[in-house]
C-alpha cells in the first residue's frame, strides 16, 4: 500500500490541501475549516475520497508564518492543533514544515523575496507542474504535500 501524504496551507479563512499517493497529485482544493466539526468533515472526507482504506496516511501541516499579528497567529495555531488533533485521533501521522524547507525543495526562491512574491511562484510552480490554476494556499498545500513526499516518507 502506498503512502499518502496530505498537506495543508491554513488560513483563518480557507485552508489550502492537496493529496499525494505514490508521487502523483490526486487532489487540490481550498475549503473552509475553523471550527472542530469542519476540521472532522474535510478530514473524513478527504481520506474518504482519496486514500485506499488501510493505507498509512502522513499529514504534513505548514509551521506558522511570523510575519503575521498575534492575533491571526493564535487563530492559526489553533487551528493547526484542531487539525493535528482530529489527524491523529485516525492514527495518521502529523509533522509541521517550515515555510523555508518547503520552498527550498519546491519553488527554491532567491534570498529576501516578500511575501506576494513567493506566493506568485508557488502559483507558478503548481501550474508549471501539474497543470493546475489554483489559489496561493491550494498552490502552498501542493508544495508542502510534494515536499513531504519527496523527503519524509
Avoid at 113 to 140: I, P, Q
Wanted: with cysteine; glycine share 6%.
Amino acid at each position: 500500500m502506498r503512502q499518502v501524504v496530505v498537506g495543508i496551507d491554513p488560513s483563518t479563512k480557507a485552508s489550502g490541501y492537496a493529496v499525494f499517493s505514490g508521487g502523483k497529485l490526486l487532489y487540490a482544493a481550498k475549503a473552509p475549516a475553523r471550527t472542530a466539526a469542519e476540521v472532522t468533515h474535510l478530514v473524513d472526507w478527504l481520506i474518504d475520497q482519496h486514500v485506499e482504506t488501510g493505507a498509512p496516511v502522513l499529514v504534513a501541516i505548514e509551521s506558522a508564518y511570523c510575519g503575521v499579528n498575534v492575533r491571526t497567529g493564535l487563530q492559526l495555531a489553533e487551528l493547526r492543533g484542531r487539525i493535528s488533533q482530529e489527524c491523529e485521533r485516525r492514527g495518521w501521522r502529523v509533522t509541521l514544515v517550515s515555510p523555508a524547507a518547503w520552498r527550498k525543495t519546491t519553488i527554491a526562491p532567491p534570498p529576501k523575496m516578500k511575501r506576494k512574491e513567493l506566493k506568485a511562484l508557488s502559483v507558478a510552480y503548481a501550474y508549471t507542474k501539474f497543470g493546475l490554476t489554483v489559489t496561493d494556499d491550494v498552490a502552498d498545500a501542493v508544495c508542502i504535500a510534494e515536499h513531504v513526499a519527496n523527503t519524509r516518507t
